[in-house]
């Protein structure tokens, strides 16, 4: 399923995050939270990743 996900912001390609329980566009800098199975793919509910 995560070939088929793209960052809604860029369209760029996501990374999953095992250990957070996220996926994560590194090119808009956002951690999209993963919720009961479900990803949350919203901007407004994405953590800002740190440098």
């Known amino acids: 399923m995560l070939e088929i996900l ?9 990374v999953y995050d095992r250990i ?4 994560v566009s590194r090119a808009a800098g956002l951690a ?8 949350i ?3 407004d509910e994405a953590r800002v990743l740190e440098d």
């Open 6 to 14: 793209v960052c809604p912001l860029t369209k760029q390609p996501l």
């Open 41 to 43: 793919m919203l901007s």
């Open 32 to 39: 999209y939270p993963i919720r009961g199975g479900i990803p």
């Open 20 to 23: 957070r329980g996220e996926l």
